[in-house]
């Protein structure tokens, strides 16, 4: 069993070699001229004098090299503004193939003076960018948001095509400015001073989060302070204010059960042998629930035309519990359990600042989650 396990060990490592050691003829059959050309580079690499490397070296480079000037031309005839990045690929492969055999010793036997088109490629970037501009300043010329949007990611992609094309810097700011919605949101109001320090907390969380915002970069949050501050003439304003709420809403409700226990030594007789009996007690359990709750209203307004342009209310509750009892008769008749929370006094419940914000906790999560869909794709 062990040499057949040998065996098939060495089949396997053979078939891994052989495959690694592919000449490219497979690749150059199926019509992938520069597949083939690298990997009988990479063959003539480790094997300088393998002949069928060097016979598909020769071929597929004459092919994948007239195969990229054909869609060269092609492209140049089309219609398409952004031939010129079509263009430019190719120009980018056909160089990358004259480097990986200029990296090769044994390859430049087959191919001396491999093409490179290094003016051209050049020349191909510089009209993608025009090309790119152009669009970018057709878009901003709409003179919208959408439009803005889409203008700055042409500048964008003219930026990175030729770095420092024209006054590209300049537009990609002026296209992102129009395009960003600024809202301001504002305090929130709680009508009470007993719960002022839960709502500054609340408060301090939502200014946190829109603080660190930035899913989408066209969407910028200011508080009222910074708004102000900064002189930001803004697209929409975020109110949020509490319709209602209640805190320490107390509900005890009590429940007694009648407890025996049969078969309960309850004495002994002269002769000291046990005497059993039925032992009996009423148990009262006591449950105490302390419910606060509230409803955060949330609404979106555009400046300019003061319409609302979405609204969402979030409902948050917290429910404190707690639980004990007391026995009348004889505590053999409980369990152990029971017996454990007749040991149990009652405890006091949190302050109502500590139950105002336990339940603006799920409120908040929904409120974040709802701004965040809203903004994220806005």
């Not at 065996?7 to 053979?14: D, G, N």
């Not at 609340?202 to 930035?214: A, V």
């Not at 003439?233 to 809403?249: E, R």
Request: aromatic share 12%; charged share 25%; net charge positive.
């Amino acid at each position: 069993m062990k040499n057949i396990s040998r065996l098939r060990y060495f089949i396997y490592l053979s078939f891994i070699i052989i495959g690694g050691c592919t000449t490219g003829k497979k690749a150059l059959q199926k019509g992938d001229y520069d597949a083939s050309v690298s990997k009988a580079v990479s063959r003539l690499q480790n094997s300088p004098k393998n002949s069928e490397a060097l016979q598909v070296l020769s071929t597929a480079y004459d092919l994948a090299l007239q195969n990229h000037l054909r869609k060269i031309e092609e492209a140049k005839l089309s219609n398409d503004l952004f031939r010129w990045e079509s263009i430019m690929y190719d120009y980018q492969k056909i160089n990358q193939l004259a480097d990986d055999i200029n990296n090769c010793p044994a390859c430049l036997i087959t191919v001396p003076n491999p093409a490179k088109y290094l003016k051209e490629l050049t020349d191909s970037k510089l009209n993608a960018a025009e090309a790119r501009y152009n669009s970018g300043v057709e878009f901003l010329n709409a003179n919208n948001r959408q439009s803005a949007k889409k203008a700055y990611y042409e500048f964008e992609k003219a930026q990175n095509l030729a770095p420092n094309y024209k006054d590209v810097k300049a537009k990609m700011n002026e296209a992102y400015w129009s395009a960003v919605t600024r809202i301001v949101v504002q305090p929130i109001y709680v009508n009470s001073g007993l719960y002022k320090l839960s709502g500054d907390y609340f408060q301090q969380q939502i200014d946190q989060f829109i603080g660190n915002y930035s899913r989408n970069k066209f969407v910028i949050f200011y508080s009222e302070q910074q708004a102000a501050s900064q002189k930001v003439v803004p697209d929409q304003v975020l109110s949020l204010n509490f319709d209602d709420f209640v805190v320490g809403q107390t509900y005890v409700k009590e429940r007694v059960e009648r407890l025996k226990r049969d078969s309960v030594v309850i004495g002994e007789t002269r002769d000291r042998k046990p005497v059993y009996g039925t032992v009996k007690a009423s148990l009262s359990i006591f449950e105490k629930n302390i419910t606060s709750s509230g409803l955060l209203d949330m609404t979106i307004i555009d400046w300019q035309s003061k319409k609302v342009v979405h609204q969402q209310k979030f409902p948050g509750t917290y429910v404190w519990r707690d639980d004990w009892a007391s026995y009348r008769g004889d505590d053999r008749a409980l369990n152990k359990q029971q017996l454990a929370m007749t040991r149990r006094k009652e405890v006091l419940p949190p302050p109502p600042n500590a139950l105002f914000l336990e339940f603006t906790k799920p409120i908040y999560s929904q409120l974040v989650d709802d701004i965040s869909y809203y903004y994220n794709n806005y």
